[in-house]
């Protein structure tokens, strides 16, 4: 490997990360991508809440159109948890293919930090999480 390829992987080292998405193919893009660039990736497509209560990560990566439970309850399940157990909040991100600006507004409201749009451009998703987790190490 040579050496731009080792500082690129380099960029989300050690990062646990929890991405719920239902859609087989994109999860599974998503989950090659961010282990590609160094990160411990939980990929679900249900069940969502449990796993990044269980796993506590450094940042969660939802689908907002989940079937069973939309990504506004889920996070607003992982924020209720964070606080009960005095814990820090963890990276959110919201993704969907809504490209409105109420579901952007919503996502905030709700308890995510973060927001993106599908098709999801990698560096773009990989940079975002990278700035916010330096941020959040910083806070």
Same mark, same amino acid.
């Given at each position: 490997?040579?050496?731009?390829?080792?500082?690129? /992987?380099?960029?989300?080292?050690?990062?646990? =990360? +929890?991405?719920?998405?239902? %859609?087989?193919?994109?999860?599974?893009?998503? &989950?090659?991508?961010?282990?590609?660039?160094?990160?411990? +990736?939980?990929?679900?497509?249900?069940? !969502?809440?449990?796993?990044?209560?269980?796993?506590?990560?450094?940042?969660?990566?939802?689908?907002?159109? $989940?079937? !069973?439970?939309? #990504?506004?309850?889920? +996070? &607003?399940?992982?924020? %209720?948890?964070? =606080?009960? !157990?005095?814990?820090?909040?963890? /990276?959110? =991100?919201?993704?969907? #293919?809504?490209? #409105?600006?109420?579901?952007? $507004?919503?996502? =905030?409201?709700? #308890?995510? &930090?973060?927001?993106? @749009?599908?098709?999801?451009?990698?560096?773009?998703? /990989?940079?975002?999480?990278? %700035?916010?987790?330096?941020?959040?190490?910083? @806070?």
């Amino acid at each position: 490997m040579n050496e731009v390829a080792r500082k690129k /992987v380099a960029r989300l080292r050690h990062a646990r =990360i +929890v991405l719920i998405e239902d %859609d087989s193919e994109n999860r599974a893009s998503l &989950q090659t991508l961010l282990e590609e660039e160094g990160a411990e +990736v939980v990929a679900v497509a249900e069940d !969502g809440a449990e796993a990044a209560i269980m796993h506590l990560p450094d940042a969660v990566i939802c689908d907002l159109d $989940l079937p !069973g439970m939309d #990504g506004f309850y889920l +996070v &607003q399940r992982l924020r %209720d948890h964070e =606080i009960r !157990g005095n814990l820090p909040p963890c /990276v959110a =991100i919201a993704l969907t #293919g809504h490209g #409105g600006e109420e579901y952007r $507004l919503r996502s =905030i409201g709700e #308890g995510f &930090q973060h927001f993106m @749009t599908k098709p999801v451009h990698p560096d773009a998703l /990989v940079t975002l999480i990278m %700035d916010a987790l330096n941020a959040r190490a910083v @806070t």
